[in-house]
């Protein structure tokens, strides 16, 4: 980037403010450095540039699809990321007093050149081969306030790139579709995002094009707040802002919520950005900190006990054993993960079936002590308010049904590593899940019409009196008489009640036939909503604990390494090796108070 352009951009972060904090970071890496730790170095130098900017990173990252280009253009007032094309590169803008751009490439060797191209039309250069990421300047009154935006690329190849934009940002915003509400595996993205970057913005994109958003903002609220996740959703549509702007029509701008989320940007971001970058530092140095301290306390104990040397060895080892133990397929907590997952989805839809096939038994009685016809609307609608009242007690089931499964498996691991934020399984609206599901079907024989039942007594009084008139034919009488005429009649009224009856009981069958339609179809849509709902709860299962056991065995491994070195390495200079490592033991535990008076 270049340097004029930084200069003429606003200073959000007081150089006096970040100035004991650069010492605290600088002090502990070079801590980190000398114990070995070049992870831990690695990521303080990551929080050191991120502290010492001046300026604020604002990273845009979400799932191909949702708009993070447009937004981006949106929030800088110019085309700088490509909206049409399949790849992507990081892109960064800048302020400057006239727009710039400036390809970065590959050239081979490790080496890089830098490439002016026309900044109102990058696009096709953006596309051409050996493209590490794109630099652009622009007179955004946005940049202006000290915000440098970067777009990170949304490609599954590039997600190492993503992930190290995301640890050197000041703030992110999460880019979702307006039109559905946030998975299980989106707020475990999120939880990941949170511990690199805790000022994190949840942006609702392309509400011009789903009219329930509102709904979907609400619902992705009360998700994030039961995850622990206090995150802002700020619902915008980035291509009505442009529109808007095209069009100069400032109530369509409004509308967008484009300004209002450059205004929450400015106040919740710009203006607290010291308060923010030193809570978030703060918060790695205390990480680090402790990590670091657990392996200078491995190395300490094994020298100053030599005796314990063969303990603290076997000690540190099976610890190693047990958290390459939790790594396996074959662990305990990956076992009873796949098995209780299999037990609670067979036992969800077995509550489920139990729940419906009471419901068809209380129909089909209903149905037999009355007439189908009368009130088949009514008994539909009460039916399925019936229906989902049982679909969310079911849910409500697998929702802590899950959570229990989350503590067995906690349990599994040692005590202080907590359950990860499930989502929450219980239906806000059952009829959202039961909207692909067909209302219950009408009664083609509800009803007789009146020539049906003229010509069933038709039917029945002709055979009366043909009968009873060829009777009174032989005694000298027409064959149409009183008593012929009598016999048709109660014949036809008989034939008549006949025919009632066996249409009430054609209803009745049909009535029960459209019954267990319907709970069929309920059983094929629930079971499947359930069955991915509960596949999302353990895929979150399964990364949060495989990250524990990952973060577990490098621990343990650093701190086995650490103490066995620590036997051969230093043999007649042990007691001082052990007052250096309890000096650094001090410095650290000296360097995490300072770090957290600053806070304080």
Known sequence: MSA?????SATVKHPDVMAPLIRILDELREMARSAGRDDLSGRLSMVRARVGDPRVRLVVVGEPKNGMSTLVNSLVGAQVSATDSPLSVPVIVEYGPQ???TLVKSVGGGRTERQSVDPLDPGPALRADGVIRAEFTEPSPLLADGIVVMDAPGAPADEHIKWSMIAAADAVLYVVDAGGELGAEQLGYLERVQQLCPTVICVLNKIDMHPQWAHVQQRNRDLLDAAGLGFAVAPVSALLHRQAGMAGNY???????????????RDYVVARADSVAVNAAVRDIRLVSDHLAMTLHSEAEALRDPRRRAQITEQLAAARDQAEQLRQRTANWQVTLVDGSTEL?????????HRLRNLVRDAEAEITQTDPARGWKDFGTDLDARICEAVEENFVMAHYRSVELCEQVASKFPADNRTPPLPDLRLENPGEVLEPVASLEPLESAKASVTQ???SGLRGSYGGILMVGLATSLLGMSLVNWYSAGAGVLLGVNALWDDRKNRKLR???EAKVAVARLMDDVIFQVSKESRNRLRAMQRTLRDHFTDIATETLRTADDALRAAEEAYGKYGDRREE???????????VRGVRDRAGQLVG
Do not use: K, V
């Open 4 to 8: 004029a352009a930084g200069l003429e």
């Open 345 to 353: 989805m067979a036992d969800i839809e077995h509550d489920l079936r």
């Open 577 to 587: 090796r052990i007052a250096e490592l309890d000096a650094q033991l001090g410095r």
């Open 251 to 265: 109530q369509r701008d409004i509308e967008s919520g484009m300004p209002q989320l450059i205004d929450h940007l």
């Open 507 to 509: 209803r009745r069958a």
């Open 99 to 101: 727009p710039t751009a």
């Open 453 to 455: 039942q003229f010509l």
